[in-house]
């Protein structure tokens, strides 16, 4: 017998919170693990509504060191691009990318990504019940 499992929704705000450790908090909540019934093989986490993305913080110089990188399979198709510069044209999916890699490589991870809901700006029509 399956059992319904309890859906709510937390908001973080980006601006407060650097980069690495926001995205180690968003994974926690969208995969249960904050829940007393927590179970690895079942997708029981919650949703999680971010906000202010534009103003993401990173320590160091990692706005001008850290790269991303891409490859095309071509010959010559190496691509990289800088967190400024990703943060500049989407810093929606920089959240995005971060949390999708501190998330455990398997068949839920997909249908925990469906569940972020990343915004540039304090603007969102969720009803939100738990902030961090």
Known sequence: MAKQINRKYHLFDAKKEILGRLATEIAKVL???NKVDFTPNIDG???VVVIDSDKLRVTGNKL???MYHYYS???GGMRDVKLKEKIEKDSRKVISEAVYGML???KLRDRM???L???KDNEHDHKIEITH
Do not use: A, I, S
């Open 45 to 47: 986490g919650d949703f």
């Open 113 to 115: 990504m469906t569940r």
């Open 73 to 75: 399979g071509y010959p």
């Open 31 to 33: 995969r249960g693990k």
């Open 104 to 106: 455990p490589k398997n």
């Open 64 to 66: 001008e060191d850290k």
């Open 117 to 119: 809901l990343v915004y």
